[in-house]
């Protein structure tokens, strides 16, 4: 199994930014695809981002971050980082944590574990 912990949310003035991290243990070989799934109040859960956590370096973005939301990775660690600049009031959701097998799967909704979850509020 694999266990992920979420920090760095918050509350923000719109254009601000913020930077989340998700910290695996356990088996994280077993999923080397991580990344960000949040969900607004009202709203079905979505996904956000993610990257590949081995060899070479692929990620995907939802629309909506292209070009505000830009993830890392620190293997070392086992821990991913997700920098969000120019956030919008829209942006506001739990934000989620997520591992699998790759990104495709992960779009798809095919989780193999779950972070607890962490706020981000964005005023306007």
């Known amino acids: 199994q694999v266990q992920l912990v979420e920090s760095g949310g918050g509350l923000v003035q719109a254009g601000g930014s913020l930077r989340l991290s998700c910290a695996a243990s356990?088996?994280?070989?077993?999923?080397?695809?991580m990344g960000w799934f949040r969900q607004a109040p009202g709203k079905e859960r979505e996904f956000v981002a993610a990257?590949?956590?081995?060899?070479?370096?692929?990620?995907g973005y939802v629309d909506s971050v292209k070009g505000r939301f830009t993830l890392s990775r620190d293997n070392a660690k086992n821990t991913v980082y997700l920098q969000m600049n120019s956030l919008r009031p829209e942006d506001t959701a739990v934000y989620y944590c997520?591992?699998?097998?790759?990104?495709?799967?992960?779009?798809?909704?095919?989780?193999?574990?779950w972070g607890q979850g962490t706020q981000v509020t964005v005023s306007s």
């Open positions: 997520v591992a699998g097998l790759t990104i495709a799967t992960l779009i798809k909704g095919e989780i193999k574990a």
């Open positions: 356990g088996r994280t070989f077993s999923t080397p695809a």
């Open positions: 990257l590949t956590t081995g060899g070479l370096k692929s990620e």
